[in-house]
């Protein structure tokens, strides 16, 4: 089958200037991604056509599985001594605290995490492209926040990596990110993103979020406290499950292979 022809990014960055003024002019704030954000391709294909059937969740649905100290050793929490050797990259730590739209810790859940390596490749058939896949990373980890909250993985610093939006399409480097709270409804799959990143710009998955300070919620901080001497370095990343400062979703958009 013949490779299909992809558009420039020229024409994807006219095509999100467009739908980002629009935004702007019609004044409503808009903070969850957009399902049919056309310069995001696949994104057409993924969500329904027709308005949803709206019901109330039942009984089973308004408590999240239970995952207990004896389902998650604290050892998953570092990727970086899945394997015998180290793991190439930068080696950082991102933490942070899961809260309710009250401002109420999460306690006791399940955060899990994966991502690609330093080159910017996964370990999954689909990703072939020419980047190293790194034998002694994975790329998978998942901790319990503590009794305030706080969640903490030590992982190495994801790559940015390529994929077929169009042409010379890069994704900014990110860690994709699943945080289960209380009840089913709660549960959140998103991503974590690096601050300043050049890529941020040029991307539809993170322009399918049209609000500005939206999408500024997905942006870790660094955080030199979080820094280690000659160890690690390290980021803050907050997430609220529920409510207005909620932390974006993409549940309905996102197959999560990006
Ligand atoms: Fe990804």
Same mark, same amino acid.
Request: glycine share 10%.
């Given at each position: 089958m013949p490779e299909p022809v992809l558009a420039p990014q020229a024409d994807v960055d006219a095509e999100m200037a467009a739908i980002t003024g629009a935004y702007e002019q019609a004044g409503v704030v808009e903070t969850q991604p957009r399902r049919d954000y056309a310069p995001y391709r696949s994104s057409l294909l993924r969500h329904p056509t027709k308005s949803l059937h709206h019901a109330d969740p039942e009984t089973i649905e308004l408590w999240a599985p239970c995952f207990g100290p004896t389902d998650v050793d @604290?050892?998953?929490? /570092?990727?970086?001594?899945?394997?015998t050797g180290e793991p190439i990259g930068e080696r950082m730590v991102v933490t942070g605290r899961v809260t309710d739209g009250e401002g109420r810790p999460v306690r006791h859940q399940l955060v899990e995490i994966w991502q690609a390596n330093a080159?910017?490749?996964?370990?999954?058939?689909? /990703?072939?492209?020419?980047a190293a896949v790194d @034998?002694?990373?994975?790329?998978v980890g998942r901790c319990l926040t503590d009794g305030d909250g706080w969640y903490r993985f030590t992982t190495i610093k994801p790559g940015p990596y390529p994929w077929k939006n169009h042409r010379n399409a890069w994704r900014p480097a990110h860690i994709h990110f699943s945080m289960f709270g *209380?009840?089913? *409804?709660q549960r959140v799959v998103t991503q974590m993103y690096f601050p300043g990143d050049p890529l941020f710009a040029l991307d539809p998955i993170f322009r399918s979020i049209v609000d500005p300070a939206a999408r500024a919620r997905l942006v870790a901080s660094y955080d030199h406290d979080v820094t280690t001497h000659e160890w690690a370095t390290g980021y803050r990343w907050d997430i609220v499950l529920t409510g207005s400062n909620r932390t974006l979703t993409e549940t309905d958009t996102e197959d999560g292979d990006h």
């Open positions: @604290p050892l998953e929490a /570092d990727l970086t001594v899945q394997h080159g910017g490749r996964y370990v999954h058939k689909r /990703d072939q492209h020419p @034998p002694n990373f994975t790329g *209380t009840e089913f *409804t």
